[in-house]
T-cell receptor, first 112, second 116 residues
Framework: AQRVTQPEKLLSVFKGAPVELKCNYS??????LFWYVQYSRQRLQLLLR??SRESIKGFTADLNKGETSFHLKKPFAQEEDSAMYYC??????????????FGTGTRLTVIP | GAVVSQHPSRVICKSGTSVKIECRSL??????MFWYRQFPKQSLMLMAT?????????EQGVEKDKFLINHASLTLSTLTVTSAHPEDSSFYIC????????????FGSGTRLTVV
C-alpha cells in the first residue's frame, strides 16, 4: 500500500543554514513524488515534482529508490521559507485520475 | 496557470444546519475534483472524488448521506455537509488533478468549517 512518511512534524533552522525535510515512501510500482508547500494563510501549491528535476526557490529533491526517500533540501534557508511542507504521491487507482496521498507534513521555521 | 476557486473560506454554522462548499475551476475544465479533509495538525485525508456526470466515489468511512457531493458541470463541484455537528468542524480542501504543463495538482484555498 502507498505510504508517505515525514518523520519530523517541526523543524527549526537558522537563516542561512542548510535544511533537509525528510520524506520516505512505500509504493507499488514507479512512484511519482511531489513536494507541496503551504505558506501561512495561503493554499497548497506545488513546490516541485521529481520528474521535472527542477530547482524551485533553491529547493531540490532527489528520488532515491534504494532508500525509498525523496528528501527536500536547500543549502541556505531563508526566512520566507517558513511554511508547512507536504510530501505526496498519487494513489494507485482504478482507472481515472489519481488523488494524492499526503504525508503528515513538516512545519519549517527559519529563525532570523 | 490553473486556478481552483473555493468558497466560502470560512463558515460558522449551528448544529443541525447544512453548509455548502463550492469549488470552481477557472480557465480550465475539471472533470474530476478531489475533496480532502484536514484536522488540526494532521495531514489531508481524501474524503471523496467527484466526477462530472456521474456519482461521486467515497472513501471508506465517509458517510455519503452526510457529505453530499455534486459535480454539476465541468467547472463546478460542491460539497454539502448536511445536519452538521461539532465533530464535522474541520478544514475542507478541494483539488483538481493535473492538467497544466507543470503537472501539479491544483488546490482550492480551503474552507474552515466551525459547527457550534
Amino acid at each position: 500500500a502507498q505510504r508517505v512518511t515525514q518523520p519530523e512534524k517541526l523543524l527549526s533552522v537558522f537563516k542561512g543554514a542548510p535544511v533537509e525535510l525528510k520524506c520516505n515512501y512505500s509504493y507499488s510500482g514507479s512512484p511519482e513524488l511531489f513536494w507541496y508547500v503551504q505558506y501561512s494563510r495561503q493554499r497548497l501549491q506545488l513546490l516541485l515534482r521529481h520528474i521535472s528535476r527542477e530547482s524551485i526557490k533553491g529547493f531540490t529533491a532527489d528520488l532515491n529508490k534504494g532508500e525509498t526517500s525523496f528528501h527536500l533540501k536547500k543549502p541556505f534557508a531563508q526566512e520566507e521559507d517558513s511554511a508547512m511542507y507536504y510530501c505526496a504521491l498519487p494513489a494507485v487507482p482504478p482507472p481515472g485520475a489519481n488523488n494524492l496521498f499526503f504525508g503528515t507534513g513538516t512545519r519549517l521555521t527559519v529563525i532570523p | 496557470g490553473a486556478v481552483v476557486s473555493q468558497h466560502p473560506s470560512r463558515v460558522i454554522c449551528k448544529s443541525g444546519t447544512s453548509v455548502k462548499i463550492e469549488c470552481r475551476s477557472l480557465d480550465f475544465q475539471a472533470t474530476t475534483m478531489f475533496w480532502y479533509r484536514q484536522f488540526p495538525k494532521q495531514s489531508l485525508m481524501l474524503m471523496a472524488t467527484s466526477n462530472e456526470g456521474s456519482k461521486a466515489t467515497y472513501e471508506q468511512g465517509v458517510e455519503k448521506d452526510k457529505f453530499l457531493i455534486n459535480h454539476a458541470s465541468l467547472t463546478l463541484s460542491t460539497l454539502t455537509v448536511t445536519s452538521a455537528h461539532p465533530e464535522d468542524s474541520s478544514f475542507y480542501i478541494c483539488s483538481a488533478p493535473p492538467g497544466g504543463l507543470n503537472g501539479g495538482y491544483t488546490f482550492g484555498s480551503g474552507t474552515r468549517l466551525t459547527v457550534v
